[in-house]
């Protein structure tokens, strides 16, 4: 097989070096259109986490890594010029491996983090102040002062990552955290292993001292539990489901572990009365959008009461429209879910919603035509939808957009704020004054008003609630790998 195929990737990145798993085993990797087999990865157990664990320490205690900052600079640039050369190759793979359209690569999983998710932190490194000083002060023994502030590196991170945008949040938690000195060892999702296992290869050929970056598949969830209970890892940088989120701050709670967790989502878009309807509910086909599954996706939709039935009969149109289908088609927006297992999750909370008396205007359980193969799911409207229903409250992580009716805009941001969540939110109006005051009401990380983008490497992300502990990205991001120091010294 020529470098283009995922199946010549398959090793772990343990100490400076690419090895197979300590047993010898591997697991293979579906493609989530076809159903097919597309390769197999080295499937890695809790020793060889342990051998990344212990390399990470050694390369955090021994190497120059934690206090070169031009070694980082170095090293983090060598290592985005070598994704670049591959950047064709990785395209192709994450349609492949994900299942996601092709039109997505040429935003959020590959070509937007492939332009900022290295190079912002990498300037961070020059324009960081790594020192601050405080001035004189008597002190509590009597003596004049001089005083400072310090950041250094938190330790050894270890990163686990999702399998909706992988590469996307693997560059964005390894940018941030090699940048400020850390090492750090990688747990990529088991369904979408090849982009990690790309990135080990192209890593072992840096300057990288061994062990500063470990990349470690696996099948077996537990395996990527070893960082949560190891006390040789000091921070867990983690992006996935809510549950998982609350299992991990649980278990590392014996060794204190410092945490940054990007959770779920249920948000909302408050569309108001004043806004141009034709134009501003484009913003529900992003529900479809590679299939629903992603975090900050706005899956629920308010409309004034006034103009309810006139929304729902614009939605309607759109989503009977929506290309979905094979990812490889430049038209598709909303490919195959993940695996069988999460296609069998969204169908359930499909019939719950109806059990539960909401109505599919659009969608439902019923296979899509035309798709024998693959783990699709119609892209679904939900009316008659009560704010406190089952399909209103949790994260489905699918193409499904429930449309909620309010009265005013009070009733409006008590909807919205009206779950567990707090990720992101959405507001349209004809007015952006009238859109940012009422941004100001909702209890979530991030909000985009009329269309904008709170989404950047220079951005902080992250939620409120249940969505979730810190930031990624911005000068926010930046910090979260960092300790502070506080030092005083007599003036002489």
Known sequence: MNSASPATDRKLLIGGQLVGASSGRTFPVINPATEEVIGVVADADASDMQQAIDAARHAFEETRWASDRELRKRCLSQLQAALESERELYREELILEVG????????????????????????LIDEFPWEEDLGRAVGMTGTTDERTVWREPVGVVGAITPWNVPLEVTLNKLGQALATGNTVVLKPAPDTPFNATRLARLAAGTELPAGVLNIVTSSDHLVGEELTLSPDVDLISFTGSTAVGQRIMEKGAATMKRLFLELGGKSATIV????????????????????????????????????????????????????????????????????????????????????????????????????????????????????????????????????????????????ANGTRYGLASYVVSGSDERARALARRMRAGNCCVNGGSAYAPDIPFGGYKHSGVGRQNGRAGFEQYLETKAVAWPLR
């Open 100 to 123: 996601c359209p092709r039109q997505m690569t040429y935003g959020p999983q590959l070509d937007m983090p492939l332009k900022g998710a290295l190079r912002h932190p990498i300037r």
């Open 272 to 415: 108001l009365e004043d806004a141009d309807f034709s134009t501003a509910l484009l913003i529900g086909m992003a529900a479809c959008y590679h299939g629903g599954q992603g975090c900050a996706t706005p899956t629920r939709m308010l409309l004034p009461r006034t103009r309810y039935d006139e929304g729902v009969a614009i939605l309607k149109a759109l989503y009977e429209k929506i290309p979905y289908g094979d990812p490889q088609r430049a038209d598709v927006v909303m490919g195959p879910l993940i695996s069988a297992k999460q296609r069998a999750r969204v169908r359930g909370y499909i019939e719950t919603g109806l059990r539960e008396g909401a109505t599919a205007a659009v969608g439902g359980i019923e296979p899509p035509d035309g798709l024998p193969t693959g783990y699709y799911v119609r892209p679904t409207v939900f009316v008659d939808v009560d704010p406190e229903m089952t399909i209103a409250q949790e994260e489905i992580f699918g193409p499904v957009l429930v449309t909620l009716p309010y009265e005013d805009e009070d009733d409006a941001v008590r909807i």
